[in-house]
């Protein structure tokens, strides 16, 4: 059985930080690539950060220059989030992709004041 725990969201004022973390357990082999999507209310799920075993990283245009992915070890990603804005709000979903991919269950970011 496969389980993605993700922890670390919450309500933080504008301008603030979370560190999203995401601990992976299970049947899930050659991981490749580790990452986060969000979603909106209203909106599609987005992109937000992907990380590859070499390290290579792909951010959406909006958070570049704010938010870092980092690989803590094979199984385990975080999201550092720094001068986070409303817009930001949005549930975020911990991905894993490797000869199949799963989501997380999507822990909430809320920013306001």
């Known amino acids: 059985q496969v389980q993605l725990v993700e922890s670390g969201g919450g309500l933080v004022q504008p301008g603030g930080s979370l560190r999203l973390s995401c601990a992976a357990s299970?049947?899930?082999?050659?991981?490749?690539?580790m990452g986060w999507f969000r979603q909106a209310p209203g909106k599609e799920r987005e992109l937000v950060a992907i990380?590859?075993?070499?390290?290579?990283t792909n951010y959406a245009d909006s958070v570049k220059g704010r938010f870092t992915i980092s690989r803590d070890n094979a199984r385990t990603v975080s999201l550092q989030m720094n001068s986070l804005k409303p817009e930001d709000t949005a549930v975020y979903y911990c991905?894993?992709?490797?000869?199949?991919?799963?989501w997380g269950q999507g822990t909430q970011v809320t920013i306001s004041s």
């Open positions: 299970g049947s899930i082999f050659s991981i490749n690539t």
């Open positions: 990380i590859t075993n070499g390290a290579t």
């Open positions: 991905y894993v992709r490797g000869l199949s991919q799963f």
